[in-house]
């Protein structure tokens, strides 16, 4: 298993936080969705933190 790092900034405006929630957009989803696109490996994101709805963050880190 690897782990790879990744260092994000989002705008959080449209989205009900970073965590991960049925049936409400969520930046963590997103997220894992565009990666899997891109590798076609499932993946989960562990953050070093997490913000709630509407807010942005600017260099958060996260890892798969």
Not at 22 to 50: D, F, H, M, W, Y
Request: aromatic share 6%.
């Amino acid at each position: 298993m690897r782990n790879i790092r990744l260092t994000i900034e989002y705008d959080g405006h449209d989205f009900n936080g970073w965590q991960k929630q049925p049936n409400k957009p969520n930046i963590q989803g997103e997220i894992e969705k565009a990666i899997e696109t891109i590798t076609k490996e499932e993946v989960e994101l562990n953050a070093s933190g997490r913000t709630d709805a509407g807010v942005h963050a600017l260099r958060t880190s996260c890892k798969f």
